[in-house]
């Protein structure tokens, strides 16, 4: 067994008037290697699944096993970049002075398409090239898990499938698994290899995708594939 298994994962937040259950059972395991991509609706819980995979909250119950080395990066929503530091200190950010290895530096730098801007302050940047920074903040650790969070939602079109194409460049350049949440379907399609449906406090389908890329969301198998997952998720739950 590799990758990461959530068993049995249940999770709720008190309310004013009772508790609202995010999970109530929750199952799922991660390939090595692979892009699983969860799909959900706005508020099924998957800020809070990347939160709990990531030990920034706790479970009421259940387990999250981790068969790999669990260096993990986060990318989030927003880049949250410091907006005193260029380009390349944004990056090393978060690596202690010894951990610093300029060449690789530049190597993910040049990955995601930053050479040139070094120097620059998060203020000279596009919305599409800071969320490169943070691609390449979450990179420079060397993690071998990713996650992110809706990390593309709020570019552009272009902007946004420019950076879909880079993330799946970049992940022939390590062999980090990534665990990617959207509420699109057509960003699951594209990047998946397998796609986990989140709804009513469980993974409610699932779906692989063997396919290369880059894909054509119109030929047949995808078409079907997004007919099924528009059918799990107007279903009832
Ligand atoms: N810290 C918290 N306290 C109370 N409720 C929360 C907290 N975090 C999330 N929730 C609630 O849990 C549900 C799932 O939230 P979230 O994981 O952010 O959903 P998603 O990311 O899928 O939009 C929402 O109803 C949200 O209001
Ligand atoms: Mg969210």
Not at 115 to 142: D, H, I, K, N
Not at 147 to 152: A, G, I, L, R, S
Not at 185 to 206: K, N, Q, Y
Request: glycine share 8%; proline share 5%.
């Amino acid at each position: 067994m590799d990758g990461i298994e959530i068993v049995d994962l249940k999770k709720s937040y008190p309310l004013e008037n009772g508790v609202l259950t995010v999970f109530s059972g929750l199952n799922l395991s991660l390939r090595s290697g692979a892009i699983t991509v969860v799909l959900g609706k706005s508020g099924c819980g998957k800020t809070t699944l990347l939160r709990l995979v990531g030990g920034l909250e706790v479970p009421d119950a259940g387990e999250i096993r981790f068969h790999d080395a669990r260096k993990t990066a986060f990318v989030f929503q927003e880049p949250r970049l410091m907006p005193w530091l260029n380009v390349r200190d944004n990056i090393q950010f978060g690596l202690r002075r010894g951990e610093i290895d300029p060449d690789m530096t530049r190597r993910i730098i040049a990955t995601v398409g930053l050479t040139g801007f070094e120097t620059a302050l998060p203020s000279q940047l596009s919305g599409g090239m800071r969320q490169r920074v943070a691609l390449a903040r979450a990179l420079v650790c060397r993690p071998s898990f990713i996650m992110m969070d809706e990390p593309f939602a709020a570019l552009d079109h272009f902007t946004r499938e420019s950076m879909q194409n880079e993330l799946l460049r970049v992940r022939e350049a390590t062999d980090a698994s990534i665990l990617f949440v959207t509420h699109s379907i057509d960003e699951a399609l594209t990047l998946a290899d397998r796609i986990v449906l989140l709804a009513g406090g469980a993974c409610a389908a699932s779906f692989e995708i063997d396919m290369p890329h880059p894909r054509d969301l119109t030929c047949d198998e995808l078409i079907r594939t997004r007919r099924d997952i528009m059918a799990a998720l107007s279903a009832p739950n």
